[in-house]
């Protein structure tokens, strides 16, 4: 993925026009479409096909398996055209090497959920968010995914993960993040949903994003 504007749009909608409309419109803006459950389950996996002319797509499937089951879903989702793959830390390295492993195979990348980005993440994942951002260093995942509604917490897992992976950071706007904190914190990216795809014009909101973030990089 080229860092350029530095925002991934997850694209949450379950309608397949709208989906095509608002990644027509808001392409030149994103570095990448963020797909999951709501729109796969709700138009079928060539969705991913028919959106990767826009940007490239990755799939949040949060996968979350034995190492061979991990590996056969991301065969389908690499098949399906998607360019990387989002999967949980919490199932241990051997889950998650099967993975990176085939990432690696197909040249696709594999970003590694550390803590997520709602209050209910305290009750259990930041625990053990630092342990994953470590295996995901380790066992060479292309990046992680950590929390923008806790700028704090990205720093942390920066100093874990050091500079060879990336982070990628939802929680920004209807979570209640801001987009430059969290970049100034040390995301690479960051992931809007909501404030772009509800927005009578998504293309102007994710501008004033791109903007945002422009004015601290
Ligand atoms: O901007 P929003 O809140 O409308 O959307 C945020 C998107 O990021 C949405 O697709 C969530 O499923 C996803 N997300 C989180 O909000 N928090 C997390 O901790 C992790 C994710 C995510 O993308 O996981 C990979």
Redesign the pocket.
């Known amino acids: 993925m080229e860092k350029n504007t530095r925002l991934i749009l997850?694209l949450?909608v379950t309608d397949r026009d709208e989906a095509i409309q608002i990644s027509e419109k808001v392409a030149g803006y994103v570095d990448a479409i963020?797909i999951?459950y709501p729109l796969a389950l709700a138009t079928g996996m060539e969705i991913i096909g028919q959106l990767s002319k826009y940007a490239p797509i990755i799939a949040?499937f949060?996968v979350a398996d034995i190492p061979n089951t991990n590996r056969l879903i991301c065969e389908q989702v690499f098949k399906a055209g998607a360019d990387g793959v989002?999967v949980q830390g919490f199932t241990g390295h051997d889950s998650l090497e099967a993975a990176v492993k085939l990432a690696k195979e197909q040249k696709k990348d594999i970003?590694v959920?550390t803590e997520?980005?709602?209050p209910g993440?305290l009750d259990f994942m930041q625990q053990a968010g630092e342990g994953i951002a470590k295996m995901a260093a380790d066992v060479k995942a292309s990046g992680v995914?950590a929390?923008a509604t806790r700028p704090e917490r990205v720093t942390e897992i920066r100093k874990i993960i050091g500079n060879e992976l990336s982070i990628i950071s939802?929680?920004?706007?209807?979570?209640g993040g801001s987009a430059s904190d969290v970049i100034k914190a040390g995301a690479d990216w960051v992931?809007?949903?909501?404030?772009i795809y509800q927005s009578d014009e998504p293309d102007m909101a994710a501008k004033k994003i791109v903007d945002e973030i422009k004015e601290v990089i």
């Open positions: 997850a949450d963020k999951g949040d949060k989002i970003f959920v997520m980005s709602h993440a995914v929390p939802p929680g920004v706007g209807a979570q992931i809007v949903g909501r404030s």
